[in-house]
């Protein structure tokens, strides 16, 4: 299949598992993940039609954005950060999802307001048992969406998770289930965390069940990846 015929068929997808939940397929935005795939492939997205991709690397964010400059894209990291690389998320990056910590916080607060910019922020939460997954524990969550409002350049917006990788669909759904639930008692303290990022090529249409405002496709989209970069 084309780039064009696999992003076709999971808007398709998309629109669908909306449907079946009961959901207007207009309330879920794709995130296309271009982590590993080169300059050729994202123009060739670009040209239809996407701007905005999602990146785990501080510094593949970098080469591509210098690379494609000229399309003005916007950059939305998702992997784990390290604190280090928060003068470049601060110079190329329009988003993080993947705020889980405030040493992290604070280093893009002061490099973001070095650079006179200010991004949105998705807060990440481990809603798995997995010790492979990253996020804030969901105790935690309250009193660190309070911590950051000390930060003016991250603009709070929602919350991010990452769900089990399991065969059960019950464990993955409970994981997006989790995020759902903080997501309204945040709401509730008056976080203003409308978005709920949760949902990858092997688990959207269950996320999307439980209240997905945004999924993360990356092969399912681009084919298979090459891990070279």
């Not at 405030?102 to 010790?131: F, M």
């Not at 991010?160 to 709401?187: G, I, K, Q």
């Amino acid at each position: 299949m084309t780039l064009a015929a696999r992003l076709a068929a999971v808007q398709a997808s998309i629109a669908d598992a909306c449907r079946r939940a009961g959901r207007d397929p207009a309330e879920v935005v794709l995130l296309p993940v271009s982590k590993t795939f080169d300059e050729t492939v994202v123009r060739e997205a670009v040209g239809l039609g996407l701007r905005r991709f999602g990146e785990n690397k501080a510094q593949e964010v970098q080469a591509k954005a210098s690379a494609l400059a000229d399309e003005n894209l916007a950059w939305v990291v998702i992997g784990h950060l390290q604190t280090n690389k928060a003068k470049v998320i601060a110079t190329y990056a329009s988003e993080v999802q993947s705020l889980d910590r405030i040493d992290l916080a604070v280093a893009l607060d002061k490099a973001l307001q070095a650079r006179g910019r200010a991004i949105d922020v998705l807060v990440q939460v481990k809603t798995s048992p997995e010790a492979t997954k990253s996020g804030i524990a969901a105790e935690e969550l309250l009193p660190f969406l309070t911590q950051l409002k000390a930060f003016p350049s991250l603009r709070l917006r929602g919350l991010m998770t990452l769900a089990e990788a399991s065969e059960d669909e019950e464990r993955v759904r409970a994981c997006f289930r989790t995020l759902y639930r903080l997501r309204d008692r945040a709401r509730e303290a008056g976080h203003e965390v409308d978005r709920l990022s949760m949902g990858m090529s092997g688990d959207y249409a269950l996320a999307i069940t439980e209240g997905s405002t945004e999924v993360r496709i990356g092969s399912a989209i681009f084919g298979a990846r090459s891990y070279n970069i």
